[in-house]
């Protein structure tokens, strides 16, 4: 594993990621924005001087729940960011509560997995749909993670379905704010 | 459990903390200090004009391995810090390896606990010997974890013991640099 990566999202007008439905899934809503740049670095190049709406910043890092049977089940079939084919690309910032931060590791990990089946439901996606974690919580953001998605368009479908999926679970009771951005790439 | 709580230590000539001892365990040293001054807070304040040696930051966060029934025997014995006895300190940032960082969360719990006892070991020294444990690594810091004890001058041959023990665990194998400072308060 590299070591982490520092991502920041950036809501403005000129990004290469044009937005093409953003929703308030619970909680409050982030400021409307036309396009989404993404720039990886400890910090965000100032180019766009303040102009845009909002920045989220996270960093990718080792797996928390993951075990090592899954780990290579996961390998063996993820695919990676910057296929052209997957024009299509979803932006999902979460928060969860307290109460799930208060959890011990062993609880956390039996809602996630045990009886959300986080990574098992997700496997059957993959690898038509890649994805890049990103934790925030403990960089004072707002969100507690941050998910990257790209999918081509023929995808979408089951994109939605596994978001559906995901929301329906025990796990997600702990989520408290969820924002939900679809995007298009346009050079 | 409160929010994440960002904490900066200082090396300097003017802090609350005078260094009595400084010693590189493993990889490379820090600059030799006299002093360490603690801040809380996202950013430290610049009070010092850039005049420290070096600073360490770190986060306080959710527990990555303790489960529920472990959680509630360290909270039923372990102290708070700033106890007016405990007059003596340690400061002990470390790094662990790649190789670490690459196992899955099961492989990262049976080394910690089931073989190291990182958890069980250390009980037994507590309400003794106070702590704080800052994650670092995701914040782009030259160390992974930061932990802070604090311990009345009577007890600091146990905690030599306690960081003995720990030293010579199959966890510790993967420590790849690793500070220890000792400390004594003085207003």
């Known amino acids: ?18 937005v093409v439905r953003q929703e308030a899934v ?4 982030l400021a409307p924005v036309a396009r989404v740049a993404i720039e990886e670095g400890a ?46 690309a979803a932006l999902i910032p979460i928060r969860k509560s307290s109460a799930w931060w208060e959890l011990a590791q062993d609880e956390r990990r039996a809602i996630f997995e045990e009886r ?6 997700t496997l059957r996606y993959l690898p038509a749909i890649a994805r890049r974690l ?3 919580r403990e960089l004072g953001e707002p969100f507690d993670f941050i998910t990257w998605f790209e999918l081509a ?11 559906g999926l995901l929301r329906a679970t025990e796990e997600w009771r702990y989520v408290e704010r969820e924002v939900d951005l679809r995007l298009m790439r346009e050079q």
Chains 1, 2 share one sequence.
Do not use: K
């Not at 070591?3 to 000129?14: E, K, T, W």
């Not at 619970?26 to 809503?29: A, N, Q, Y």
């Not at 729940?65 to 910057?82: D, H, I, N, P, S």
């Not at 368009?153 to 978001?163: I, Y």
């Open 26 to 29: 619970v909680g409050e809503d």
């Open 134 to 136: 990103h934790h925030a």
């Open 43 to 88: 910090e965000p190049q100032t180019r766009r001087n303040g102009a845009e709406a909002w920045i989220l910043r996270g960093v990718t890092g080792h797996q928390r729940y993951v075990e090592r049977r899954e780990a290579e089940a996961l390998r063996a079939v993820q695919a990676g960011l910057g296929r052209a084919e997957a024009t299509c």
């Open 116 to 121: 959300s089946q986080h990574i098992a439901a």
């Open 153 to 163: 368009p023929v995808d979408v479908p089951r994109f939605d379905e596994l978001v």
């Open 1 to 18: 594993m590299a070591a982490p990566l520092h991502v920041s999202f950036l809501g403005d007008d000129r990004g290469e990621w044009r």
